[in-house]
């Protein structure tokens, strides 16, 4: 069993930034591809960013390519989502989510994770 829990949420003006922090129980975190994703209300879930189990390649979602940044700390075992330039737009609940697998043929795919965390919200005002 793994645990998720996110942290660092909350209500920031369009343009500031936040960052989501999400700590994972287990001792082969360093074994584990990360993602983030969001679900904004009315909508479904949707895939955010991810890191490679190795930690040397990183995917975002065209929406928030170069304002976000995913980073992970295997001795601490976290993984952090930088947030920039915020629009209302991002407006969500952010979800940890881990794949423990070992393989997968697309991060973005939230079939590829096995454990979730409860999410945290970000809303950003205009």
């Known amino acids: 069993q793994v645990q998720l829990v996110e942290s660092g949420g909350g209500l920031v003006q369009a343009g500031g930034s936040l960052r989501l922090s999400c700590a994972a129980s287990?001792?082969?975190?360093?074994?584990?591809?990360m993602g983030w994703f969001r679900q904004a209300p009315g909508k479904e879930r949707e895939f955010v960013a991810a890191t490679s189990w190795r930690r040397d390649i990183t995917y975002y979602a065209d929406s928030v390519k170069g304002r976000f940044t995913i980073s992970a700390d295997n001795a601490k075992n976290t993984v952090d989502l930088g947030m920039n330039s915020l629009k209302p737009g991002d407006t969500a609940v952010y979800y940890c989510a881990a794949n423990t697998r070992g393989h997968y043929l697309s991060l973005a795919s939230e079939d590829e994770y096995d454990y979730w965390g409860q999410g945290t919200q970000v809303t950003v005002s205009s």
């Open positions: 287990g001792r082969a975190f360093s074994d584990y591809a």
